[in-house]
């Protein structure tokens, strides 16, 4: 007989809180852990101490706690064996081996699946030393990507022959992400969208579909960061339009990592550019995005934890028909601290939390309790205000109006999240 549900979330970021909302909110009540989780997740599931970047501790850590399940929120313990330590020890893991999480973990490798699969994504080619680059290089602008695990730094967009050279030497040379190869890619112009599937190996299910505004400023100005808001759904890309891309993306993947008997089950992150001759791929990710997870999942009716515990399992999503969303429109804005995203402020007090309308998601990421217990920024992206509307104008309005009564200093954060969608 099965006993209670005991759920440890791996992570401390928006993503997770909003993981651990969205398995709070599941009819069978389970008990909720989190490794090592934040002030945020602290008021809704039990904190863990753990160091999350070995997976041998995270497997011990899960059978020490009893989990019957284990999410991994970020992609460096997957990449590092998670899915694959936990697998060892006989504990259900959302989230893919080593072998499958290459897809995140190298763009080398993502690039040959693509090409291996049949999936659109951009021309490129694959070079060892800044020689090879440049003479890769046809025009400009040009993408060029460290073939590592960069936390979101290794693609560079470079306008010159120039800027070209000294990235490539910085990258190929000086070693900055400690890669020796790197992918030139063709420059692609278009929308981006998220597109996330639940997958078990055999079957991709897609989720709804998310844009997320990476840019630290408003009109997409100033450098890239980890996500500044992100919205769902993109009123271009229903529920139809979704499973087709899925269709045309995620399972071709999919049938490939199985061919290879390396099967993927997790979450299969498409960054997509939706370009004017049609979707090409710009990158995998193996795990749920920050911040589209946490404008997804408040509009899911369907039970997280049944998907999740069904996509840790081989073909346990066969039987799966349909996912029920909220028709609502879902508006998360991210508030960053001072300096973000080259440095990152800590220790400034944050108030007005309690004020909040609380039918709004408030997720944590960086912060903290001081001496005091007061709350405090511990890091670049802070909080997540995420409001529901019947449109993105109502969202947008109901996220923009909780977001100003939360205060600290140096405060930042973007003011344009769904704007284009908001008539
Ligand atoms: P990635 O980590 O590969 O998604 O790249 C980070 C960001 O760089 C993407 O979200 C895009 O904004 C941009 N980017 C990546 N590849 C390309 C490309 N081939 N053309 C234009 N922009 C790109
Ligand atoms: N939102 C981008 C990412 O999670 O990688």
């Known amino acids: 007989m099965a006993g209670p ?3 440890l979330v791996v992570g401390a970021g928006a993503r997770e809180h909003a993981l651990i909302d969205a398995l ?12 090592p989780g934040n002030p945020g997740i602290a008021a809704a ?4 101490e753990l160091d999350v970047q070995d997976p041998e501790a995270i497997a011990a850590a899960a059978r020490a706690e009893d989990a019957t399940l284990v999410v991994v929120g970020p992609e460096a313990p997957l990449v590092a064996g998670a899915g694959d330590a936990l697998h060892g020890v006989g504990i259900a893991c959302f989230g893919p081996s080593a072998a499958a999480a290459r897809l995140e973990g190298s763009k080398a490798f993502c690039k040959e699946i693509m090409a291996a ?3 659109p994504t951009a021309a490129y080619s694959v070079v060892r030393d800044p020689q090879q680059g440049m003479v890769a290089i046809e025009r400009y602008p040009i993408v060029l990507k460290a073939d590592g695990l960069a936390a979101g730094k290794g693609v560079i967009i470079a306008a010159d022959a120039a800027q070209a050279r000294a990235t490539l030497d910085d990258l190929l040379v000086g070693r900055r992400f400690g890669t020796e190869r790197v992918v030139v890619e063709e420059f692609l112009e278009g929308e981006e969208l998220s597109l996330l599937a639940l997958c078990d190996g055999e079957r991709a299910l897609p989720l709804a579909s998310a844009q997320d505004y990476k840019r630290i400023r408003d009109g997409d100005e100033g450098p890239n960061t980890g996500g500044m808001g992100s919205y769902s759904p993109v009123p271009a ?11 045309a ?4 993947v999919l049938d490939e990592l199985a061919r290879r008997g390396t099967p993927f089950r997790g979450v299969l992150y498409a960054g997509l550019m939706m370009t004017a001759a049609g979707p090409r791929v710009l990158e995998f990710n193996v795990r749920f995005g920050d911040p589209e997870c946490q404008a997804i999942l408040p509009r899911l009716r369907t039970d997280l934890l049944d998907l999740l515990q069904r996509a840790s399992r081989p073909g346990g999503l066969a039987d799966v028909e349909r996912l029920d969303w909220s028709p609502e429109t879902a508006v998360t804005v991210v508030l960053a601290s001072a300096g973000y995203p080259d440095a990152s402020s800590s220790g400034d007090v944050i108030s007005g939390l309690e004020a909040v309308d609380p ?3 408030i997720t944590h990421a960086g ?3 001081d001496g005091a217990g007061a709350l405090v920024t511990a890091g670049g992206r802070v909080l997540s205000v995420t409001a529901l509307g019947d449109d993105a104008a109502a969202a947008r309005a109901a996220a923009y109006a909780a977001a100003d009564m939360i205060e600290f200093d140096g405060r930042q954060l973007r003011r344009d999240i769904a704007l284009r969608t908001a008539r």
């Open 45 to 48: 599931a039990r904190l863990v």
């Open 249 to 252: 993306v995620h399972q071709p």
């Open 237 to 247: 890309v229903d529920e139809a339009a979704a499973a087709e891309l899925c269709a």
């Open 24 to 35: 709070a909110r599941s009819p069978r009540a389970p008990e909720l852990l989190c490794a």
């Open 359 to 361: 039918a709004v998601l």
């Open 117 to 119: 699969a049949g999936v």
């Open 367 to 369: 912060t903290a309790r």
């Open 5 to 7: 549900d005991r759920v």
